[in-house]
């Protein structure tokens, strides 16, 4: 079986600075891998490379082997991919219904909707079911894009930076859940992220990205050495 | 002045100001493209209702024959020229402008300058002295019932909340899934068809002819500008106040003083609501809810 995500020699830029640099990752069917890096190192630039938002100026992405050169993100979220954007970006004035409802889009082949395990995974999400997305707290919002993600039961998730301006208690319950999820339906994770709790509790393994390069991979022995993968992120 | 003449007057303004700016603001509203054909738009439906009703189509047909023909022209015109000016609104602008200006000299060169037309069915509602067209009295459900299926339309289906998720960040909704391509050109036709609608509602009031598009163009501009970014709720909101105040100055002065008195509070709205009367709203009601 060929890996879920398969990255080879991905650089891609933004006008005419690159911003990735000869990128390899893999990530095989079931994993939590992590990408490790400090602000500006182009872990986010990374994530909209692969679901599509950005066309790489040189390489190959292959998911389940295919790849996804030409292919639009609506096509490749289509496909299985469930991406959740930096910053969160829940569409503000919808619902949190309507979020979910827009999440549908992602894996058309799905043989259900996942909303019974969205609701179960993050209650908040079904206590709020009719308000604006705008108008929850940061914590509730990161839920929402994960949840609207998850609805179309994706076979790849692809989180960026899920702990960004989320308060510390919730990014650990986040964590925590998007670890058992992964057990229970099986699903592959990709995240970015430069907080150390979070990728010492979610990753199985992780890259160290530097300035647009995968520099080092660490193992899972290694990555709860603090001391060892600390260099790698801001400190 | 009389209170019941006053009504129906405001009725029949009201009517007029949605349906004109109803498919310029779903258009504006959702895509951020001024379309300056607008009125050309809905001097196509209207050609398109009369021409039909010549050839022998009993009127209700025939409007929809209007509608469609329209609604076509507009997905032609959204996958050959549109779709390249979205982000480029000045750009979209000149171009529409100048598609406004082929259509209405095609039709000349095509059909002259007048052409038969089509009676107002109906009769007439008569009190007293004043009199009414009954047919034009019913324009005012008919754009309620507009409006409401609009809202229907963007509220309670699922195309609508993926058009609403696009608005509010394309490149999120087509990470998700969302052919946003086809979002932008579906937005398009609907803006279209309802523009081919209006024309068609008012080919048997209003003489066709190639330039009529212009008589719908200073309410619908007014309209867009003084209901603000809420669409639906804009709309009619602005109908209501260009409607009252159309109603009483054409009632007080004449028809010339009703149009001046638009445009001065169009004026007036934007120089003191930048965000229009859907601003004023949101504005109240995050008072309100801050309290």
């Known amino acids: 079986m060929p890996p879920v995500l398969d990255c080879e020699g991905v650089s891609a830029a933004y006008d005419s600075t690159l911003v990735l640099r000869d990128v390899d990752l893999t990530v095989e069917d079931g994993e939590i891998v992590g990408v490790m890096g400090k602000n500006g190192a182009g872990k986010s630039t990374l994530m909209k490379t692969i679901i599509g938002l950005l066309e790489p100026a040189s390489g190959v992405v292959r998911y389940e082997g295919t790849d996804l050169a030409g292919t639009t993100a609506d096509e490749r979220a289509n496909a299985g991919i469930g991406y959740i954007p930096q910053g969160r970006d829940v569409f503000p004035d919808l619902t949190v219904e309507e979020n979910l409802l827009v999440g549908e889009g992602v894996n058309r082949d799905r043989e259900r909707d996942l909303y019974d395990a969205v609701y179960d995974y993050f209650p908040i999400l079904d206590e709020r079911r009719t308000q604006k997305a705008g108008t929850m707290s940061g914590g509730q919002q990161q839920m929402l894009a994960i949840g609207r993600a998850l609805v179309g039961n994706p076979d790849l998730l692809l989180l960026d930076e899920h702990s960004e301006g989320v308060q510390p208690s919730i990014v650990e319950e986040i964590s925590e859940n998007l670890r058992e999820l992964n057990a229970e339906l099986g699903t592959t994770v990709l995240f970015v992220e430069q907080n150390l709790g979070a990728i010492q509790d979610m990753a199985d393994r992780c890259y160290a990205m530097e300035r647009g390069r995968i520099v080092d991979e660490v193992g899972p022995e290694e990555l709860q050495d603090e001391d060892a993968i600390a260099s790698y992120l801001a400190v | ?291």
């Open chain 2, 1 to 291: 002045m009389n209170a019941l003449n006053l009504l129906f007057q405001f009725a029949d303004n009201f009517a007029f100001v949605v349906l004109a700016a109803v498919g310029l603001a779903v258009i504006f509203g959702m895509m951020g493209v001024i379309n300056l054909g607008h009125g050309e738009f809905i001097m196509i439906g209207a050609y398109g209702t009369t021409l039909s009703a010549n050839a022998g189509a009993p009127l209700p047909v025939a409007m929809a024959i209007g509608v469609l023909v329209t609604a076509v022209m507009g997905l032609i015109l959204e996958r050959t020229i549109i779709h390249r000016l979205y982000d480029r609104l000045f750009d979209s602008m000149v171009a529409t402008w100048a598609l406004g200006l082929i259509l209405t000299q095609g039709m000349r060169i095509l059909f002259g300058n007048s052409i038969p037309q089509v009676s107002t069915p109906l009769g007439n509602i008569a009190y007293g002295e004043f009199s009414y067209s009954t047919y034009r009295v019913l324009l005012l459900p008919v754009a309620l019932l507009v409006l409401g299926g609009l809202y229907v339309l963007f509220t309670r289906t699922e195309f609508g909340i993926r058009a609403r998720a696009t608005i509010q960040d394309p490149d999120t909704a087509r990470a998700l899934g969302v052919d946003t391509d086809r979002m932008y050109t579906a937005t398009f036709v609907i803006g279209s068809a309802l523009a081919g609608l209006t024309g068609a509602l008012y080919a048997p009031t209003l003489t066709v002819v190639p330039g009529m598009g212009s008589s719908f163009l200073v309410e619908a501009f007014v309209a867009v500008v003084v209901g603000g970014p809420s669409v639906l709720l804009g709309t009619t909101l602005s109908g209501g106040l260009l409607g009252t105040i159309d109603a009483v100055f054409t009632n007080l002065f004449g028809t010339f003083y009703g149009q001046i008195a638009m445009l001065l509070t169009a004026i007036v709205v934007i120089r003191v609501l930048s965000d229009g009367l859907t601003g004023l709203v949101e504005t109240v009601r995050n008072r309100v809810e801050g309290e």
